[in-house]
């Protein structure tokens, strides 16, 4: 009996445990999905490259995801869906296509690259189990976003995109 309580205990903590954030990690809710990621240092790589890679903006004029409001007002049921289709925009289309000259500059992009692709991951489980849907909200919203992306030529639209990593992590920040 005694044995039993001591699992039941153990299995309690490793399962408490599994739960919480790694270190400097955050928890972050996109309607029902629950996503550990480190803000902290998907900021701290953009903000090491955002005054590059925006210099390297050539068209000041169009904004690819504030485009009108593009992020604003995302009812709660539908930011797993937008969030994890914004995943999927960046590491399938932005980081894809944004390479330098700067061996510097391109770490930093790979290193945020590999962290988006495990938020992916998680967001694909959710997007898997159908916890994750999607209203016509959220997929409106997609698609100006990525008819902004796609009405400049590859390269540009990538790094714009990366240029305005800071509005996407500010919108999640907001939301969670």
Known sequence: ???SHLFLCLFSMVCS???MPTAGNKIFQFGPCKVSMSMTEIRSGFNAIKTNIQARDPIRTLSILSHPHSLHKV????RCCITHHLFNFYVDKVFKHCKTEDSYVN???SSIA???LSVRRK???CHEQNQCMCGQESTEKMKQILGNYEGLNVTSAAIKSLGELDILLDWMEKSR
């Open 114 to 116: 590999n962290s988006f």
């Open 123 to 125: 967001l694909g489980q």
């Open 75 to 78: 009812k709660p049921s539908d």
């Open 17 to 19: 445990l599994n739960s």
């Open 107 to 109: 770490r930093k992009i």
């Open 1 to 3: 009996m005694k044995g």
